[in-house]
């Protein structure tokens, strides 16, 4: 486990996200510093992945604010990925007809100064340019093991080799803080030990991780803190032990209502309210959507 006194890498204040009326996130606050490995767990519904999204400027948070190293972060992916930030996804998103070394590359263009006419007329700054980029990819892929299958495309990869990948492809932008999403979702045994390791390697290198999970044991093996988000409010935050023995936190995972706790129609507005804003219903209609696949039983 990591202790540091630095200023942090992250500093997410007040964060709150509304769709609608109703709100996802609400009253966040979470630092990460440098060093640091951070958890972010929370039943299904909790808001874990909105405050993602908040923070890597996917969502505007309706308020608060979120800074990196001190400097507010504009709401706009590409710019909070210039700055120092980089994600994975809960579900995969490769290039699938690219080879394992150009997803990679795709994830330089943040750390590639080259413009326009330079790539049309192909100079020399150009040519350097591509050279360091292809050398700093091999690194990434040595470091993760996937360099033998740099000329693979990256569909024919198997399940666990995508997930690294992604890692890598995010690593590529040179990130002071990588933020995963369910990175061993789908996994078996093996697959999370080796996703464990990487990231224990990733910090080693200097890079703070945010992580979001079910698996507890894999959180609670690897994380520094770990921070309990709960219909969209955060419960508790502390080490593994502290939040393992926190009343509040076994009732929420095992259905057992708390005082202040949300009802299972809430956890449902919020869900669908997330679902609605990637596929742009409103929540009323995300709600109507959900209740119908449940009753068709789907």
Not at 20 to 25: N, P
Not at 81 to 86: L, P
Not at 134 to 147: Q, S
Request: proline residues 5%; hydrophobic residues 40%; negative net charge.
């Amino acid at each position: 486990m990591t202790t540091t006194t630095t200023s942090p890498v992250l500093t997410a204040t007040g964060v709150t996200m509304r769709f609608g009326g109703l709100t996802a996130v609400r009253s966040v606050n979470l630092e990460v510093h440098p060093g640091e490995i951070v958890g972010l767990i929370g039943p299904n519904g909790a808001g874990k992945t909105t405050f993602f999204n908040c923070l890597t400027g996917l969502y505007v948070p309706t308020e608060g604010s979120v800074a990196y190293r001190g400097t507010v972060l504009p709401p706009k992916p590409h710019l909070v990925t210039q700055a120092g930030i980089a994600r994975t996804f809960q579900n995969i998103r490769l290039f699938a007809n690219m080879t394992v070394l150009e997803n990679v590359l795709v994830g330089r263009h943040t750390r590639t100064k080259e413009g326009l006419w330079s790539a049309l007329l192909r100079g020399p700054g150009f040519k350097r340019a591509e050279a360091a980029s292809k050398t700093r990819a091999m690194e990434l892929l040595e470091f993760i093991g996937l360099a033998d299958k740099a000329d693979h495309l990256s569909r024919n990869l198997p399940y666990g080799e995508q997930r690294k990948l992604e890692i890598a492809r995010a690593l590529a932008s040179d990130p002071g803080l990588l933020l995963l999403d369910e990175p061993t979702a789908g996994m078996n045994p093996q697959e999370t030990r080796a996703t464990e390791e990487l990231v224990f390697a990733i910090r080693d290198l200097g890079t703070a991780v945010l992580v979001i999970e079910h698996d507890m044991r894999f959180i609670f093996n690897l994380c520094d803190r770990v921070a309990v988000l709960v219909q969209g409010e955060k419960l508790i935050e502390g080490t593994s032990d502290v939040v393992q023995s926190d009343e509040r936190v076994v009732a929420a995972y095992l259905g057992t209502p708390f005082e202040g706790a949300p009802g299972a129609e809430e956890a449902a507005e919020v869900e669908a309210a997330e679902a609605g804003a990637t596929t742009g219903a409103t929540p009323d209609e995300a709600q109507r959507g959900t209740t119908a696949r449940t009753e068709d039983g789907q």
